[in-house]
Structures are given as C-alpha cells and as structure tokens.
C-alpha cells in the first residue's frame, strides 16, 4: 500500500527513521559509504534531497522486492533499515522529537529502495519502497558515482 505525505526538506534532506529511534543522523553522513544521497544508522536514515522546501514522498510497505524500473528516476538507491517499533516516522531535520508523520511497517529489519526524480522547475519526488529483507550493504543502482566520476549504470549500447 503506497503513501503519499510531504515533509520539509531541510538542509537539503530527509529522516526516515524507526519511531523509536534517538539516533542523531548528523555526524552519520560522513561515514556513509553512499555520503553524496544517505546518511545511515541501523535505525534511521537521511535521505539527500538537494533542494529546500516541500517534497512528495511516496511510501510504499510491501511483502517482496518490487520489480526493477529504475529508469523512471533520476537517482536510486538501496539500504537497510531496522524497524524495530513497526513503524517508521518520516520527517526533517529541524522538526521536533516527535514530529513527522507515522507509516506502519513490519517489524525487524527491512530493505528499502529509494528513488528520487526531478522535474525542471519542479520538486523532487521521493519514493520510498520497503520490504523485509535480512540487512546488507548500501548500494548506488543509479546515478552519480563520485568513486568512479561517471554515471551509474553506465550507458547501454
């Protein structure tokens, strides 16, 4: 079941974080192997938007993986997130404790895909899927790799 919510992008990102966490994303974007688009902990993640102001974030909790169509976004990303609460709270940065809006999850550790399209002279949108998946690494499926200096999946011939 998808949802859509809006969240106040601040300092250019979002927090998606287990309604029971006190994890601090500040200090975790430097020690993110993906430091250009997340910031990870076990329980929270931020999520780099690029711009200041409103976004649309889609949630969508599903059983399985969802089919592969990232060649609708812009940029996409995978990681690992553990929901211990059975719910997930959406918010920004500057919001307070307790702020931000509430979606229902499974319980335990989930996989989320999170792609981010941008329309010129518009937001971006975010759409977020998740799944319960045992936790692995963070990977780029698409999009800018500074490692690299090139664009990720490279072009098909």
């Keep these: 079941m998808a949802t859509d919510l809006t969240v106040f992008s601040d300092y250019r990102q979002i927090h998606l974080l ?27 993640i931020g999520i780099w938007t690029g711009v200041n102001g409103d976004v649309i974030v889609t949630i969508d ?7 592969d169509d990232k060649d609708a976004f812009d940029i996409v990303t995978e990681c690992s997130l553990r929901a211990a609460s059975g719910a997930l ?18 319980r335990g550790w989930l996989r989320l895909r999170l792609s981010l399209t941008r329309t010129p002279g518009d937001w971006p949108h975010v759409r ?11 990977v780029l499926v698409k999009g800018w790799n500074p490692e690299t200096g090139s664009f990720h999946p490279g072009p098909r011939n």
């Design 61 to 67: 909790v599903t059983d399985v993986a969802p089919a």
């Design 89 to 106: 709270r959406l918010t920004s940065p500057t919001y307070g404790e307790d702020d931000g809006d509430l979606v229902t999850v499974p």
């Design 128 to 138: 977020i899927q998740c799944w319960p998946a045992e936790p692995t690494d963070a």
């Design 18 to 44: 287990d309604s029971g966490s006190s994890t601090e994303l500040a200090d975790q974007w430097s020690d993110s192997a993906l430091f250009h688009y997340l910031a990870l902990a076990d329980d929270a």
